[in-house]
């Protein structure tokens, strides 16, 4: 197989005296859409702020692509190609949707253009906004602020924001946590979509039905630790994932 | 238009481009009380340019602003560190600092002041202001202007969408600190005279109070807070002592029922009659 879009190795992270994250070590091939999956308190949260250099790894080594990225600066991260969303989502309180879309591209184009409004100075911005927008349903709301809207679509905003920025890795933090079933099958199949267009997705999710339908490859953690992966029938069947996970899900 | 009226406008323009200044760095989430020094600068330095080495006024205002731009961003390289009212108060420390190097500058002339600027007209006050004024509601419609807001709103969450959250609250701190220096050396031209005094704690104060009365959320908001600051205390002249008591309450009553200041997004809608966004 060739190189996987990301790698970690021996990832780990400590607060404290709690061991967040122990030893981590996964792939997530190009094409993809993995899962993770874990009790409250797994370390799954951490994972994701630890890929994206929103905390320092302690050990380890985070491979975009085979590129040491681990002590990069968050923005460069996202620069090459890995974008996510929030558990507790985190919108900018004083922007409306377009705007959200508008501000989280990459950036191409000189600092000057860069300074000058965007209605004459980016046309090619806006159209990916435009675009985006219509993917995931949100052309009607454009001008409204993104922070007034019902909890599901600020979901949806806040992918499509992380979409926008053409990313080659999508890191999803329980993308349907709260929603409805109807919302939530909305979602999967964005989701499907998306990857069929070449994104790749890693995706932290409760909720198992959700997971084993949509997800090629998963990984569980408890305590830190990995303690299974595989296919999600492989998982499903593990008695050491039944005992850590299903067991304590309420 | 009598040249007590004129001398009032003029100092309006001065207070919109202090008031602007503050406007541009609140715009990342950074609040500046010292302001007011980089005004000092902006008016020592092109008045001794053009006093001492006889260069146009016009380019020594854009030298001024240069100056002052990398001495704001140098002063924002240890800021980045503090958030809220410990930036506050560094910025205040700064300020002080300032002026008294002013006080003891005795080559323009140290608590004595500095004289012998040509004078400008209200006019060429206004072209600056008004131009700045434009280019900065410009700016408010570009990218760079959505990656302040990203950067005031959530500063995390800026940096997990790519933003380069240093660069934006540096640039920030010396588009505002330049913008000052425009200010500090229209003072000094359209006074003729100045002083370490004129630079100020309370010069910092009356810009943050402008931007704060007229609207942080929108440039224009300067303009009606700088026009407000300088002219309703001069009408409110009749009830004599109590104008100061008067005003204060304005503002106090202002700060009570729209945090947001006078002018906001919604009230520029209504006023230009464009349809409410649904
Ligand atoms: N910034 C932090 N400071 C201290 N402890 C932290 C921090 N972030 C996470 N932790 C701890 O690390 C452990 C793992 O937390 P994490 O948020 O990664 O779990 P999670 O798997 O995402 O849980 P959940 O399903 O509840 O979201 C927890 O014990 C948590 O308290
Ligand atoms: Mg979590």
Redesign the pocket.
């Known amino acids: 197989m060739s190189t996987p879009l990301l790698q970690l190795t021996g990832v780990t992270?400590t607060?404290?005296g709690?061991h967040?994250?122990s030893g981590m070590v996964c792939e997530v091939p190009e094409g993809k859409i993995v899962g993770v999956i874990?009790?409250?308190?797994?370390?799954?949260?951490?994972?994701f702020?630890t890929i994206t250099g929103a905390?320092r790894a302690d050990a380890g080594e985070v491979k975009l692509k085979g590129v040491d990225v681990t002590q990069w600066p968050s923005y460069r991260i996202v620069r090459e190609g890995i974008a996510r969303t929030f558990?507790n989502i985190r919108l900018f309180g004083s922007m409306t949707v377009w705007e959200h879309l508008l501000v989280a591209q990459p950036h191409s184009e000189s600092a000057w253009r860069r300074l000058l409004p965007i209605a004459w100075a980016n046309p090619a911005a806006q159209e990916r906004a435009e675009e985006v927008m219509a993917f995931f349903g949100l052309t009607e709301l454009r001008d409204r602020p993104a922070k007034s809207l019902p909890y599901g679509i600020q979901r949806k905003v806040e992918m499509a924001r992380a979409v926008t920025a053409r990313p080659k890795l999508l890191l999803l933090?329980?993308p349907v946590a709260g929603m409805n079933h109807d919302e939530a099958e909305e979602i999967r199949s964005l989701m499907i979509r998306l990857r069929d267009t070449g994104l790749t997705i890693l995706l932290?999710e409760?909720d198992m039905n959700f997971v084993m339908r949509l997800c090629d490859y998963l990984y569980v953690?408890d305590f830190?630790v990995l303690i299974a992966e595989g296919k999600p029938e492989e998982v499903r069947a593990n008695p050491v994932v039944l005992d850590a996970y299903l067991g304590k899900d309420d | 238009m009598s040249t007590y009226y004129a001398s009032l406008l003029a100092e309006s323009g001065i207070l919109l481009l202090g008031a602007l200044s503050v406007y541009i760095i609140l715009a990342t989430g950074q609040l500046s009380l010292g302001n007011g020094a980089f005004m000092g600068i902006g008016a020592y330095l092109s008045s001794y340019l053009t006093v001492a080495l006889n260069v146009p006024l016009t380019l020594a205002l854009v030298i001024s602003a240069i100056a002052a731009g990398i001495i704001g961003a140098i002063v924002a390289f240890p800021a980045l560190r503090l958030k809220g009212i410990y930036l506050a108060m560094a910025t205040v420390g700064f300020g002080e600092m300032v002026r008294s190097f002013f006080l003891n500058f005795d080559t323009m002339g140290g608590s004595g002041g500095y004289r012998g600027m040509q004078h400008i007209s209200v006019g060429y006050v206004w072209l600056w202001a008004g131009g700045i004024l434009i280019a900065v509601m410009l700016l408010e419609r570009s990218r760079v202007w959505l990656e302040m807001q990203a950067v005031h709103d959530d500063e995390t969450a800026a940096g997990l969408i790519g933003l380069n959250t240093v660069v934006t609250k540096i640039s920030a701190f010396a588009a505002g600190a330049a913008v000052a220096a425009i200010s500090g050396g229209l003072f000094a031209h359209h006074n003729v005279y100045i002083e370490p005094a004129n630079f100020g704690f309370e010069r910092s104060v009356d810009f943050v109070l402008a931007v704060i009365l007229g609207g942080s959320t929108v440039a224009p908001g300067s303009l009606v807070g700088s026009l407000l600051l300088v002219f309703l205390p001069e009408f409110l002249r009749p009830i004599a002592d109590w104008r100061l008591a008067a005003f204060g309450s304005l503002l106090v009553l202002v700060l009570l029922v729209r945090r947001q200041g006078i002018l906001d997004r919604s009230l520029i809608r209504m006023l230009t009659f464009r349809r409410a966004a649904a």
Do not use: S, V
């Open positions: 992270k607060f404290g709690i967040a994250l874990g009790p409250n308190g797994a370390g799954k949260t951490t994972l702020n905390y558990q933090d329980e932290i409760h953690l830190g």
